[in-house]
């Protein structure tokens, strides 16, 4: 266990586990016929994670608008004696999705694991307004957002029906693995629409752990900070010669531990691939430090409260008293409690 102290100033630390290099593939054996479905590897990323992938005996099935791309990654696969195959897809239509999964379906008879990796960035546009010949102002448009947050929700929502089609029992290998960012934590003058989408996927991850938790699937983000593909607009990279990007390997290195790693408390965690060092796990607990701490007391009272409700109403249940007239019942209490002083009724 090590520490990394966190750059904000209003948090103090943040305990992270450390994971070295040569350990983010302890468990890749585990990924031998696992069938993996993956958007968005004709290159950068998603081409490093599928080829290692089909390395390590996965199958792999890709999905990406560019299908030439996918292409090369699919025969360099089975050059190596793995095992993939690509549809073109756009991940910002939900038909597409679908006939992706159920392509992986026909051709292998089942979904391990799902990697949404599609994505896209934007550089310096709202607030940018253009006009139109009548000097009205035109509509932005929000790629960024449909692909890294309506795409990636498009591949959440069949994820779950499609990993559990064919599954044998709870001790199979099912996980879901979303590509996060730095600006899942932080903002990025001039990628407002990316900051927007990659903080969106940390709170899924968040969101959905719990979810998938008691079905036994696997879920996490991965982090990275600045790696060099072609979705890094090159004023960036510019901007950022001469600062140690990630490599690319270790960010897949990272995709294959959290999908692999058995252990369920690596599961519903963050995994921060930084510019110079090794890969941190961030354990869910880490989120109830800090801002994260007081909301997540607040809401803890709140679902006690909630709790509580569901509680009566099931007792109401048993009893077999006609639900409707307890709720109004209930209510009529509470307006009258809170304005029956106003209309005289007071006791
Ligand atoms: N490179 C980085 O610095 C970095 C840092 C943090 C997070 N990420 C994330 O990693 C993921 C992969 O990015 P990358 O760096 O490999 O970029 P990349 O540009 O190399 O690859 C993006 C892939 O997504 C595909 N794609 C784009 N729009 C699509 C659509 N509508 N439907 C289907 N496929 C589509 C592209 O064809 C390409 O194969 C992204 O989610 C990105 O946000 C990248």
Not at 92 to 105: G, K, P, Q, S
Not at 124 to 145: C, H, M, Q, S, Y
Not at 276 to 305: H, Q, T, W
């Amino acid at each position: 266990m090590s520490t990394v102290q966190a750059q904000d100033t209003l948090t103090s630390e943040v305990t992270a586990i450390h994971i070295p290099d040569d350990e983010l593939f302890r468990y890749a054996g585990s990924l031998r016929d696992k069938v993996v479905v993956i958007t968005g590897a004709s290159a950068g990323i998603g081409k490093e994670t599928a080829t290692k992938l089909g390395a390590y005996g996965a199958k792999v099935v890709i999905g990406d608008l560019d299908f030439s791309g996918s292409e090369k990654t699919v025969e360099e696969i089975r050059k190596n004696g793995g095992k993939a195959f690509v549809l073109k897809c756009d991940v910002t239509v939900f038909d597409d999705i679908v006939a992706l999964y159920e392509f992986a379906m026909d051709k292998f008879g089942a979904v391990d694991i799902v990697i949404p990796n599609a994505g896209v960035t934007e550089i310096g546009r709202l607030g940018d307004v253009r006009f139109d010949e009548n000097g009205k102002p035109k509509a932005l448009g929000f790629k960024t957002i449909q692909v890294n947050l309506i795409g990636v929700l498009n591949t959440l929502h069949l994820a779950q029906y499609y990993l559990l089609k064919n599954r044998k029992d709870r001790t199979d290998l099912k996980a879901v693995i979303l590509l996060g960012s730095v600006a899942s934590w932080l903002g990025l003058p001039g990628g407002a629409q990316y900051t927007a989408s990659k903080h969106a996927v940390l709170g899924l991850m968040r969101s959905m752990h719990p979810v998938y938790e008691r079905m036994g699937i696997r879920i996490a983000t991965i982090h990275p900070f600045f790696a060099d593909t072609a979705i890094v607009p090159v004023p960036v990279k510019i901007f950022l010669s001469g600062i140690p990007l990630v490599p690319i390997p270790r960010i897949a290195g990272a995709i294959i531990y959290a999908a692999s790693n058995p252990d369920r408390a690596a599961s519903g965690c963050a995994y921060m691939v930084l510019d110079d060092g090794p890969v941190f796990r961030i354990p869910k607990e880490e989120f109830k430090l800090g801002v994260y701490k007081m909301i997540d007391e607040r809401s803890n009272a709140l679902f006690k409260a909630v709790g509580g409700m569901v509680r009566l109403v099931r007792a109401i249940r048993k009893m077999k008293v006609p639900l409707v007239g307890v709720v109004v019942a209930i209510v009529s209490w509470g307006l009258y409690g809170r304005f029956g002083k106003q209309f005289g009724l007071g006791l």
